[in-house]
């Protein structure tokens, strides 16, 4: 997993290759993931909802982000998606934080955020801080 960022003050823009971090073993049982480093703020958690979702070989995934700092409020996190289809074709969305992270809180989970592929990445576009 490729995982670095370029630091700013209290905005960071991030570039195509900055950081990425990947998801994709369906062979795993169906639970969350440990916490694992997203950014400098932020980690992550994924975890498998459903094998061969729909029938077409890709699984349904979710993941989650907490804020791993002890005084930074993330306000603001904007992110890409990378859907690994079974049929070869990678489809890409952008999605954002929906709201902000204080020190310790999470958000997450197949409410908030999903893919649907055989596996996935995600690479952070911009995040904000205060």
Known sequence: ???????GLASVAIGAAAF???AGDASAAS?????????????WSTTLV???FEGKG???WTWRF???TSNKTVTYFKFR???YKANGRTVTSYDYLPGSLRPGQGIGGWAAF?????SFALQGIEIKVK
């Open 81 to 83: 998606i990378y859907e």
């Open 114 to 118: 999903d893919a649907v592929g055989r």
């Open 1 to 7: 997993m490729l995982r670095t960022m370029m630091i």
């Open 58 to 60: 890709n699984h349904f």
């Open 50 to 52: 459903s094998r061969d």
């Open 20 to 22: 990425l971090a990947t």
């Open 31 to 43: 639970t969350w993931s440990s916490w694992s480093k997203f950014n400098n703020y932020l980690d």
């Open 66 to 68: 907490r804020n791993r």
